[in-house]
C-alpha cells in the first residue's frame, strides 16, 4: 500500500490549496473527491478583492463578473445604493473556479482521484488509514476539507461547537434588458430572512439569488426565497434554472481544528464569516496553513497544535467580531439597518469590509473612536 505524506478528503477551494502547496514542497499529497468536476456548490461566487490579489490570476479567465457597486436595502425597499470607481471584487461561478484550483494543485504534482467517495478513517500512532467507495489508502497526515456537511469532522468527534446555518440559492436567466438594469451590482436585502439576509449576485449569463440564515432550521426557505424574487420582480418571464440548499458552519473561536495526525480546514472547520456568510477566503487561508502545518510537521517535527494558533491568528480574530456583530443584528436587525445600511457613510465602511479593504477590527475602533469624541 502506497504511503502518502498526506491525503485531503474534498477538492474545494480549502482541499486544492493545501494540496497545491504540498505537492510544491515536495510531498506526496492525494486529494480525495467525491464529485466529478465542475460540480455545483450552494454559493453566491463571490470574490473579494482581497482575495482576488492573493490568488494572483485574473477571474475574467473564468467569464468573472467585475462588481463596482453595492445595493443595500430592507425588503427590497429603502434602498442604498453605493458605487465604486475600484473594483470590490468579482462573482464566478464556483463550479469554474473550484475546477481552477483543482487543476492547479494537478499541475503542482498533487494527485487527483475525483469521483471517488470518502467513507472512513483510523488513526494509529505511526498514521491513518482511510477508507474509500474505491480502496484504502495510507497516509502520515490527513486534512478534512470536506464541506460544512462533510464525514470527516464528524468521525474525528469534532464540531460539536459550531454554530450552524442554511443557504438557498436559485439561479434566473432574466432578459438582456434586466442583466443590464442590474448591472455589476451585489444586492443585499435585509429583513426579509430571520438571522441573515438574501442576496443577488449578477453572473457573466444568470443572477444567482439566494436567501442565507444563521439559524439551523430554514423551515421557511423556499417561500423567503420566492417572496423575495417576486419582490424584486424576478418572477414573471424570467426562468429559474434550479433551486438548490446548503449547510453553513460557524465557528468564529476556531475550536476543535485538530485531532491526532487530522486537521480540518474550510467549510468543514467551520470557518465562514457568520455575518456576512463568505467563506472562499477562510478556506483557502485555512488550506494554506493547514499545509504549512504538515510541512512543518513532517519536516521538522513542528507540534500539528500550532495549526490552531496560525488560524486563530490569521482568521479567527476577525470571525469573533463578525459573531459578535451578528448576534447585535440578529436581536436588533431594523436599527442596525438604519444606523449603517441607510447611511452612506457608514454604508460605504460595509462596502470596504466586503471589498476587503477594511477589517471588522478596525470598523469597530473607528467606530468606538466616533462616540467617544461625541
Known amino acids: 500500500m502506497i504511503l502518502f505524506d498526506s491525503i485531503i478528503i474534498g477538492g474545494g477551494p480549502a482541499g486544492a490549496s493545501a494540496g497545491e502547496m504540498m505537492a510544491r514542497a515536495g510531498l506526496k ?22 482575495l482576488v490579489e492573493l490568488l494572483g490570476f485574473a477571474p475574467d479567465r473564468l467569464e468573472g463578473k467585475e462588481i463596482r457597486g ?23 461561478k464556483r463550479e469554474e473556479f473550484d475546477r481552477l484550483l483543482l487543476s492547479r ?35 502520515r ?16 468527534k469534532l ?8 443557504a438557498l440559492e436559485a439561479r434566473v436567466s432574466p432578459g438582456v434588458r434586466e442583466m443590464r438594469d442590474r448591472g455589476a451590482y451585489l444586492y443585499f436585502d435585509f429583513g426579509s430572512v430571520r438571522r441573515g439576509y438574501a442576496w443577488i449576485f449578477p453572473r457573466s449569463d444568470h443572477l444567482s439569488v439566494g436567501v442565507a440564515t444563521r439559524y ?31 449547510k453553513l458552519a460557524f465557528n468564529p473561536f476556531c475550536r476543535g481544528l485538530v485531532r491526532g495526525r487530522c486537521l480540518l480546514a474550510g467549510d468543514a472547520a467551520g470557518l465562514t464569516d457568520p455575518l456576512s456568510g463568505e467563506g472562499i477566503f477562510g478556506a483557502i487561508i485555512s488550506g494554506r496553513l493547514a499545509a504549512g502545518a504538515i510541512i512543518d510537521y513532517l519536516e521538522k517535527g513542528s507540534g500539528l497544535k500550532r495549526y490552531r494558533r496560525s488560524v486563530w ?14 448576534r447585535v443584528e440578529d436581536l436588533f436587525p431594523r436599527w442596525i439597518f438604519r444606523r449603517v445600511f441607510s447611511r452612506e457613510s457608514s454604508a460605504r465602511k460595509a462596502a470596504a469590509v466586503v471589498q476587503g479593504r477594511l477589517t471588522y477590527r478596525r470598523l469597530l475602533i473607528e467606530k468606538l473612536t466616533s462616540l467617544l469624541k461625541r
Not at 464529485?35 to 455545483?40: K, L, S
Not at 453595492?70 to 453605493?82: A, N, P, T, Y
Not at 464540531?159 to 442554511?166: A, I, M, P, Q, V
Request: aromatic content about 8%; overall charge positive.
Open 29 to 50: 499529497t492525494l486529494i480525495l473527491e467525491k464529485a466529478t468536476m465542475p460540480r455545483y456548490k450552494c454559493c453566491a461566487g463571490g470574490l473579494p478583492l482581497k
Open 70 to 92: 453595492i445595493v443595500f436595502s430592507w425588503k427590497s425597499g429603502s434602498r442604498r445604493f453605493l458605487e465604486s470607481r475600484t473594483p470590490l471584487g468579482w462573482v464566478v
Open 105 to 139: 494543485a494537478a499541475a503542482a504534482g498533487a494527485e487527483i482521484r475525483q469521483g471517488e467517495e470518502f467513507l472512513r478513517l483510523r488513526q494509529s500512532e505511526s498514521g491513518v488509514t482511510v477508507r474509500s467507495d474505491r480502496g484504502e489508502y495510507r497516509a
Open 141 to 156: 497526515t490527513v486534512i478534512g476539507a470536506d464541506g460544512a456537511a462533510g464525514r470527516v469532522s464528524r468521525q474525528l
Open 159 to 166: 464540531g460539536g461547537y459550531k454554530r450552524e446555518g442554511f
Open 216 to 246: 439551523r432550521r430554514f423551515t421557511d426557505a423556499r417561500r423567503s426565497l420566492a417572496g423575495y424574487l417576486a419582490r424584486e420582480g424576478l418572477v414573471d418571464e424570467n426562468p429559474v434554472t434550479f433551486i438548490r440548499g446548503g
Open 313 to 326: 491568528k490569521n482568521l479567527g480574530s476577525e470571525l469573533a467580531l463578525a459573531d459578535l456583530i451578528s
